[in-house]
């Protein structure tokens, strides 16, 4: 590594550095407490979209999480009414500019609340971060050539209004999972408005995953996914406490994963059985990783942690 190189990566270091202090900083200001969950579990959430690290080594099936969701949303069960947890997340098979398989997850959960309310903890945080890094009130920031401005509030766009905009068709009303993803990625991502982060709201209930249906169009759902600067930062949801119909998604989520030629996996029953204990609760998951690649205006997410920083010889 060049002397430039790894001056570079001493600055991303230090920045990372400081957006976790303005991270917790910003939950603990705000009532939150930090929980720290394990990252291995012998009955996962069943997602057909994530292929997971299988550890072999036990009389058991394995497996590295994805996310911590199995561990933190049951504690809304027991009286916990705010909480985070920063921590390791794992997913088989993703790899790329914006994707490790091993990546930091922020994810935060809130009782009798709602998307909205998430909402509105993205922008404080986001506020918060900045402040962090640059000890002032200062909300621009540059990332791939373009100015962003983090001041709230953001700009907001239904899932309807995005694909009719960029993609040219309505997937709430045409179901087509695989087109779907594609033009998110190809067509919506790339047009979304370039000068401020931008929340996508009211996904289609068939790409419900673990949200519940918004009770006056029971056609959507209460997700929320934000995006600044071509990243998606987070996902989110109004959280569905029926255990009956979680369960029946995750038998579909089974299905789809069997028709994938990936295998089947049990149903989480104590996962369930908390769920009708919850309050009306909402919960974030966004990657810190994305979020040093934003705000150190750093291309490859591979640089903005250790792992893969060899040392020099």
């Not at 809304?76 to 985070?84: D, E, Y």
């Not at 997913?91 to 998430?118: C, Q, V």
């Not at 705000?295 to 490859?300: E, G, H, I, L, Q």
């Amino acid at each position: 590594m060049t002397e430039a190189g790894i001056s570079c990566r001493k600055e991303i270091l230090t920045a990372r550095h400081l957006i976790l202090m303005g991270v917790r900083k910003w939950f603990l200001s705000n009532g939150f407490i930090e929980v720290q969950p394990p990252v291995i579990s012998d009955c996962p959430l069943p997602e057909s979209t994530v292929d997971f690290f299988e550890i072999k080594n036990t009389d058991t099936a394995s497996y590295l999480l994805p996310s911590p969701e199995l561990y933190l949303k049951p504690l809304l069960s027991i009286g916990l009414n705010k909480f985070f947890s920063i921590g390791p997340a794992f997913r088989k098979g993703e790899k790329g500019l914006h994707h490790l398989p091993e990546f930091t997850m922020l994810e935060w959960y809130r009782s009798n609340s709602n998307y909205y309310d998430l909402i509105k903890d993205c922008q404080g945080l986001l506020s918060s971060i900045l402040k962090e890094l640059r000890g002032s009130d200062a909300h621009v920031i540059k990332y791939n050539g373009k100015k962003i401005d983090l001041a709230p509030p953001y700009k907001i766009m239904t899932i309807e209004e995005a694909f009719k905009k960029f993609a040219g068709w309505n997937p709430v009303q045409e179901k087509d999972e695989r087109r779907f993803e594609e033009d998110l990625m190809f067509k919506v991502e790339p047009n979304l408005p370039e000068n401020s982060p931008v929340f996508i709201k009211d996904f289609p209930a068939w790409a419900a995953s673990l949200a519940k249906l918004k009770a006056t169009d029971t056609a959507l759902c209460e997700r929320v996914e934000l995006f600044a600067g071509g990243l998606e930062l987070a996902n989110g949801f109004s959280e569905l406490l029926d255990p009956e119909e979680q369960r029946a998604r995750f038998e579909l989520e089974n299905q789809k994963r069997l028709s994938l030629g990936m295998k089947e996996l049990p149903i989480p029953e104590r996962f369930l059985s908390a769920l009708g204990n919850c309050p009306p609760s909402a919960g974030m998951a966004l990657g810190l990783d994305r979020l040093v690649m934003l705000f150190t205006d750093t291309r490859d997410i591979s640089q903005t942690n250790i792992s893969f920083c060899p040392l020099r010889p």
